[in-house]
């Protein structure tokens, strides 16, 4: 993982609540679901008694490239 990406999280009660107030209103338009802080490769490494191996983004993309190229993923590696 790169060690400068945030993920930010949010959680399945918040989703589920979100949800249910957007098809209760009359609001319309995109919504937007955040957690108020993201989440830094240390909290996962704490989490799950882990630890990260950094891999450099080049890397990362090259291999993202290779596995779109050969349909393993469908997300475009940008």
Known sequence: MDRSILL???AT???VEAIVSALSTTA???FNLAA???LHYKD???TLGAHSLHVPWGVMHA???Q???ARVQSV???
Do not use: I, N
Request: net charge negative; glycine share 8%.
């Open 44 to 46: 996962f490494e704490k």
């Open 28 to 30: 319309r338009g995109p």
């Open 8 to 10: 930010p999280a949010v």
């Open 13 to 15: 009660a918040d989703v």
């Open 36 to 38: 108020p802080t993201a």
């Open 67 to 69: 596995s779109f190229a």
């Open 63 to 65: 291999a993202a490239a």
């Open 76 to 78: 475009d590696p940008g």
